[in-house]
């Protein structure tokens, strides 16, 4: 314990002594050692009693001088502190001792090995004593050939991962790993795409049959004398996305697409567009039908009303996982940002929510912004319908998450737009605006654009009376103004504004990121309010300690004294 003491000691002043404004660090990293060395200062400070019992029931079986009446109390209060009151637990503690013991290469364990290992069979002993129907570690009740249930330690191999249990039906996902079907059925059904062991993304979500594996374990339950598990007599299949009558549609609704006739297109297009908003199997069916690049073709359209339904139906298309990936890969964006600046209204807006949900996927971030999405999307917010809004400012936040889209928003102007919708009285879209507005303070660039648009009063105030959600984002922007530039002067706004009261109370009852801010915050305005108190000390001293002067004869003239009262 004084060794740990001592190392968080060494690393608190290691931090204390990191030259922050000389070293080229992002607001986020700065944050986080913060954070780190504020835990630190606070554990220096925590010393934690040692415990004299523990200490001395340990010694006294560790080196046999204890009284043989105590010994069972002991053992208890050893067994507890120790966190070893199953089986399960000794077994561990067993196997971390032989480890202990092999890695030694052979050589003599020593006596410290042996004592340790007299303890642990005390202690095995005791708890076996006091709970003589604990069953084996690591095992599970089958059922055996006669309907029993006993307990048997199932071979790993043979556990679902996700479940845990004895497999009846294993299935081999896309990227090779065996799962209990109905299991992964449920995790795909829940909307996952990634393995559950590797965390890979699965490529397809079609389940092979696992023979071999079934096999094994049904002879592995045969020589155990447990009735091997059962599986559905009609197992769940993949059911096609679609019947064939609905598939013999939507081809010739493509093949209307392909029409030279401008009526064919727009109604083909009209209907395509229902038809993905209905289901998933309907965008299922479509993307594979090939309509994906049919539906670019027309977004450069000179029939808007066909282009509004091109885009839209895209947009129905991209709820769907794994069409967003065949949208960006035929090359979609362009044409979606050729919409979201020349479109109708509702063909920008749909342009807009749909690069909204193609920025979902991470990677896609970066594309879209590229392609010169994003001053489209800012001149929207700025002109768009209510809802229009909403969808570039949905877009925009998601694109903003990445790093060097930041830049592109800032210099595009959204800053003026976003404080003009803080400021808005009829509260529109506050939510999304101070989202936006926590993510661009973390850029240097937004930082100081925030700053020159006078945030500080309209921030306290959110700070005073937002929502949990609005306060806490509040706070995070104030604490990246003030670790800037023109950090002093901000702290100096903020304590005019009475920053101090709404901060306490946020730092104990906001969410746990404003709580954290809160504290944050505070402390900087604890740091600036004794610089300020001691600068004011050291000027009022000053002041006292200046020796008196004579008064120039010339301020006694009348010349002086009129100018005196002209100023």
């Known amino acids: 314990m004084k060794k740990f003491q001592g190392v968080i000691l060494q690393l608190e002043q290691a931090l204390c002594d990191i030259p922050y404004n000389q070293l080229d660090i992002s607001d986020e990293v700065r944050e986080q050692v913060e954070l780190v060395h504020a835990q630190l200062k606070r554990a220096k400070e925590r010393i934690d009693m040692p415990d004299d019992e523990f200490y001395n029931d340990l010694l006294s079986l560790y080196n046999k001088n204890y009284d043989p009446s105590a010994e069972l109390a002991i053992l208890g209060r050893l067994s507890e502190k120790l966190h070893l009151m199953t089986i399960t637990d000794l077994t561990q503690e067993s196997l971390a001792l032989h480890e202990m013991v092999a890695s030694g ?51 790993d191999e043979f556990r679902c991962p996700i479940s845990l249990e004895l497999m009846k039906d294993p299935v081999i996902v896309s990227t090779g790993q065996t799962y209990e079907r109905a299991c992964i059925e449920k995790w795909i059904a829940s909307g996952h795409h990634t393995c559950p062991t590797t965390q890979q993304r699965m490529s397809t979500s079609a389940l092979t049959p696992n023979y071999v594996l079934r096999s094994l374990i049904a002879q592995w339950c045969e020589s155990n004398g447990i009735e091997p598990p059962k599986r559905s007599t009609q197992p769940n299949k993949p059911t096609p996305a679609c019947s064939s009558s609905e598939r013999a549609n939507i081809d010739a609704l493509l093949s209307k697409l392909c029409s030279l006739d401008p009526e064919e297109q727009r109604s083909a297009a009209a209907e395509l567009r229902l038809l993905a908003k209905r289901n998933a199997n309907n965008r299922i069916c479509i993307a594979e039908a090939g309509a994906i690049p049919l539906l670019l073709s ?67 971030k970066v594309t879209i912004g590229g392609t010169g999405a994003i001053p489209a999307l800012v001149v929207l917010l700025g002109e768009g319908s209510q809802r229009g809004k909403k969808d570039a400012a949905a877009a925009l936040f998601n694109l903003c998450i990445y790093q060097g889209n930041k830049g592109r928003a800032i210099r595009a102007g959204l800053v003026p737009l976003i404080m003009g919708l803080v400021t808005n009285p009829t509260g529109a879209l506050m939510d999304e605006a101070m989202a936006i507005l926590s993510i661009l303070s973390s850029h240097p660039e937004g930082k100081a654009a925030i700053g020159a648009a006078e945030p500080v009063p309209v ?31 901000h702290l100096a706004r903020a304590q005019e504004c009475g920053i101090m009261v709404p901060l306490r109370e946020l730092a104990l009852n906001g969410t746990d990121r404003g709580k954290r801010k809160a504290v944050q915050l505070l402390e900087r305005m604890s740091r600036f309010l004794v610089q300020q108190q001691e600068e004011q000390e050291s000027q009022r001293q000053a002041s006292v300690q200046a020796p008196e002067t004579d008064i120039p004869e010339q301020l006694d003239s009348p010349a002086s004294q009129s100018y005196q009262a002209l100023d």
Do not use: W
């Open 298 to 364: 027309l977004l450069s359209s000179s029939d808007l009303r066909t282009q509004e339904h091109a885009v839209t139906a895209l947009l129905n298309l991209s709820i769907h996982e794994d069409n967003k990936a065949s949208i960006i890969s035929s090359g979609a964006v362009p044409s979606i940002v050729h919409v979201l600046k020349n479109g109708s209204m509702e063909a920008r807006e749909n342009a807009a929510a749909t690069l909204f949900s193609l920025s979902v996927i991470d990677e896609y």
């Open 459 to 489: 921030l306290v105030q959110m700070i005073g009376s937002g929502t949990p959600r609005n306060r806490e984002n509040a706070a995070a922007v104030m604490l990246h103004l003030c670790s800037g530039e023109h950090h002093l002067a």
């Open 105 to 155: 290469g052979g050589q003599d364990p020593g006596e410290h090995i042996e004592k340790m290992s007299m303890l642990l069979k005390k202690i095995k002993d005791f708890v076996q004593t006091q709970n003589p129907d604990m069953g084996p570690p690591m095992a599970s009740r089958v059922l055996d050939s006669n309907g029993e249930s006993r307990p048997i330690a199932i071979p």
